[in-house]
């Protein structure tokens, strides 16, 4: 029997056979975008949720803001009472549920004391989020050992510190989430900002390695990176050598839009990721270009940052005083004060103006 020729398979029209590799593949990639996509459709609903946030101002005050307003029960730490119960005012003036709860997180004995007493108060903890932080500019040399060894009991030890009290109670009842505030400062280390990018550093390597190692065990870790925001915590930081200069700099270009983001838009970037269960939130596409050139160009970053340091910021005059922002601002005019209108704006709303 012959076969009709116009029956016969066209070569082009021959459905091409994957390879083994090619077949993995794909089946790796649905695999994947399916488990995203259950993971995206069963978002995190805030309400009703314990959230201890540290830090009563800045970005830490937003954030109580943004996840009270999604229903979440807050519970505010910081050193400072005055500070926190103005805080706590403000967010009880937009009907949040809010209490505040004075503690000095670099004092582990009071770290206990303060997980004790908000889940004796709500009854469970369901988010942390390590907030809390201080910054400090100056060039190395008006440095000392003790100014390093402060960023890192704030901003490494402490937040450590409340993730091994938090865990035990997180896998008792189940689940939780913590939420790490780092910095672009722990992915590129910034000249004049030494013991902060170093405490950040130290925080990243921690956040994203903890979040490995609980994936699976219903405890979700989130690392956020914020790039710069408009906080107002131009006028809490501290300033050494040549202060008021310092002080220049850091305020124009922390203030800058474009260059920073409204600590809303941070907060809610933050809330959106946290929702999602998302393990790392890099925040401002300034931050996001930052990093990439840092990976892919680590040389010429160098240059760059060297040439910043020696052409653009200020030379050390020797002095190892500590200035803070708000004694340096009423020495600016005019000029100085439009172009930062807006972190002084942020301020006022984020409790910033309290510090001295």
């Not at 066209?10 to 695999?31: D, E, H, M, N, V």
């Not at 004092?107 to 469970?124: S, T």
């Not at 030890?157 to 865990?167: I, Q, R, S, Y």
């Not at 200020?314 to 209108?341: M, W, Y």
């Amino acid at each position: 029997m012959v076969m009709n020729p116009s029956l016969k398979e066209k070569p082009s029209q021959r459905i091409p056979r994957l390879s083994f590799w090619q077949r993995t593949g794909y089946c790796a990639a649905a695999l994947f975008t399916a488990s995203q996509l259950v993971k995206y459709a069963k978002k995190l609903d805030l309400r009703g949720k314990t959230v201890l946030i540290t830090g009563s101002r800045g970005l830490g005050l937003a954030l109580a803001y943004e996840l009270g307003r999604r229903g979440a029960r807050i519970a505010l730490s910081a050193r400072d009472p005055e500070e926190l119960q103005r805080a706590c005012e403000g967010l009880h003036g937009e009907s949040i549920e809010a209490v505040w709860f004075p503690c000095d997180v670099t004092h582990k004995n009071e770290i206990e004391q303060l997980l004790r007493q908000v889940i004796e108060r709500f009854g469970r903890l369901d988010i942390l989020v390590n907030n809390a932080g201080e910054i400090q500019v100056g060039p190395f040399d008006s440095l000392e050992h003790s100014d390093f060894e402060r960023a890192m009991d704030l901003m490494f030890w402490a937040p450590l510190n409340l993730t091994f009290a938090v865990l035990p109670e997180m896998k008792r009842q189940g689940g939780g989430y913590i939420v790490n505030i780092t910095s672009v400062g722990g992915r590129v280390s910034v000249p004049h900002l030494l013991p902060y990018s170093c405490a950040k550093f130290a925080f990243v390597g921690f956040s994203t390695g903890l979040s490995s190692e609980l994936h699976g065990s219903g405890i979700d870790v989130l690392t956020v990176v914020p790039g710069l925001m408009r906080t107002g915590g131009h006028l809490n930081a501290k300033f050494k050598s040549s202060a008021q200069d310092e002080f220049a700099w850091f305020s124009l270009l922390g203030n800058l839009p474009g260059m920073s983001v409204a600590a809303g838009y941070a907060a809610r970037c933050i809330r959106r990721a946290l929702e999602r269960k998302m393990r790392v939130c890099t925040i401002s596409l300034p931050a996001k270009i930052l990093i990439a050139c840092e990976a892919l160009l680590p040389d010429t970053m160098r240059t760059v940052m060297a040439s910043t340091n020696r052409f653009l910021l200020p030379q050390d005059n020797g002095s190892k005083q500590e200035v803070t922002g708000h004694s340096l601002e009423p020495l600016f005019g005019r000029s100085f004060q439009v172009a930062t209108a807006l972190g002084k704006q942020a301020a006022d709303a984020l409790n910033e103006r309290a510090g001295s």
